[in-house]
Structures are given as structure tokens and as C-alpha cells.
């Protein structure tokens, strides 16, 4: 069982380039979540989907958008980097949004530098 | 809105010590609580998590946790540490008011030193 994979692991980024960062889970979660973890600031909500076909911005969405196709995968752009976006990347999944009691499980995140 | 606080940045300990991980949430209703530990360069992995029932939740790896309404508190404990320990420790309060917009939010993290 993978559980959710991320990719890539780590990139180095030209500021003003395009990137995707990919995320696909095989648990078959309808809830996803991308997140990024910044030194002394934890873990920041970007974006999530309740259900494929839906997507939300959570507290920090500025530059970023993200799709969901299909229940698996779910891939977080940003659309011209800027060096603020230099962080690591989780992506998260959860059986329902709803039911609270539910576990959120992590990928193994993606290290983005954007020079 | 809902927050945590983890007041220790950074604990270190002797390897054998026990260990105390403090963290305190501020929300309007029952939260439901949890721990997370991240190895260096991993992700996030679930230690143990709170809903209801008895105040006193055991986890993975040896971990406990205590939930205190009245001190608004959800501390992590562990009787004996172990070099293997050494890691980030997250709390976190989950969203119950249920509809569209459930998300957990995260303290700031303590990072855990333990000493041969």
C-alpha cells in the first residue's frame, strides 16, 4: 500500500517559472489537502477538495490553484513562482470531509526553492 | 476561529527521561485533537487522537496524551524517551462544526533533542 505519493521530492525553481506539484493517494480518500510548512509558522492550509470535481481555498491560496480530475490525484500549481513560495509541500488525505473523527494522512512532502 | 499553542520550541532531553509535550487549543465547542510527529525529511505520521470518552488517549510508539477541558490543554507524554524519538511534535484541533469546510489547524511545532 503507497498511500500518497508526492513528486518531485525536491526542486530548485527559477522565480517566474511554472511548476506542478503532483499528489495522488491509492486509499481512495474523497478529501484532499495541500498544505506548506514553514519554519516557525507550522503547517498553513493552501487548498483542499472535498470531493473530486470541488476544490476551496483555504488560509494561504494566494499564487497557488490546484484541480481535482478524479478522486486520486490532485496537483498544486503555481503559475509563476516567487521566492516567498520557497517551502515544503504536504499533501494530505482524509476518507470524508466530513465525519471529524476521520485521520488525515500525510504524503512525504515536496522541498521547493525558488531562487 | 480555532488556534493551538505549543509554548516549547524546542525540548531536549536525556535519552531514558520522561517527556512532557504541551499544547493548548482555544475553540468554542468539543475539540477533536491530535498529535503528529515528523521524522527529519519525512512527513507528518498520526501519534494518537481525541474525540470523546475517557481524557486519557494512548497512541503509537509508547505515547499518551491527556485532554484537560478545564485547562483547554491536550499535553503529549511518554514515560521513557528513546533516541528514535527525536523528531517535530505537532498538535492540532480538527473542525467539528462539520459541512464543507473541515480543516485541521496546526501549532507551530516543538522540535525534540534527546541526549545519549
Known amino acids: 500500500i503507497a498511500g500518497i505519493t508526492q513528486a518531485p521530492t525536491s526542486q530548485i525553481l527559477a522565480a517566474g517559472r511554472r511548476m506542478t506539484l503532483r499528489c495522488t493517494q491509492d486509499?481512495?480518500?474523497?478529501?484532499m489537502y495541500w498544505y506548506r510548512q514553514d519554519l516557525g509558522l507550522g503547517l498553513r492550509l493552501i487548498h483542499y477538495?472535498?470531493?473530486?470535481?470541488?476544490?476551496g481555498k483555504g488560509e494561504v491560496p494566494d499564487g497557488y490553484s490546484v484541480s481535482r480530475a478524479n478522486t486520486d490525484d490532485f496537483p498544486l500549481t503555481l503559475a509563476s513562482a516567487v521566492p516567498s513560495q520557497t517551502s515544503v509541500y504536504f499533501c494530505?488525505?482524509?476518507?470524508?470531509?466530513?465525519?471529524?473523527?476521520?485521520?488525515?494522512?500525510f504524503g512525504p512532502g515536496t522541498r521547493l526553492l525558488v531562487l | 476561529a480555532q488556534s493551538v499553542t505549543q509554548p516549547d520550541i524546542h525540548i531536549t532531553v536525556s535519552e531514558g527521561a520522561s517527556l512532557e509535550l504541551r499544547c493548548n487549543y482555544s475553540?468554542?465547542?468539543?475539540?477533536?485533537l491530535f498529535w503528529y510527529v515528523q521524522s527529519p525529511g519525512q512527513g507528518l505520521q498520526l501519534l494518537l487522537k481525541?474525540?470523546?470518552?475517557?481524557?486519557l488517549v494512548q497512541g503509537i510508539k509508547g505515547f499518551e496524551a491527556e485532554f484537560k477541558r478545564s485547562q483547554s490543554s491536550f499535553n503529549l507524554r511518554k514515560p521513557s524517551v528513546h533516541w528514535s524519538d527525536a523528531a517535530e511534535y505537532f498538535c492540532?484541533?480538527?473542525?467539528?462544526?462539520?459541512?464543507?469546510?473541515?480543516?485541521?489547524?496546526f501549532g507551530k511545532g516543538t522540535l525534540l533533542t534527546v541526549n545519549p
Open positions: 494530505a488525505s482524509r476518507r470524508e470531509h466530513t465525519g471529524v473523527g476521520e485521520t488525515q494522512y
Open positions: 486509499m481512495r480518500h474523497n478529501a
Open positions: 477538495s472535498n470531493t473530486a470535481g470541488t476544490t
Open positions: 475553540y468554542g465547542a468539543t475539540p477533536y
Open positions: 481525541y474525540f470523546s470518552g475517557d481524557t
Open positions: 492540532a484541533v480538527g473542525d467539528n462544526s462539520g459541512g464543507s469546510n473541515y480543516k485541521l489547524t
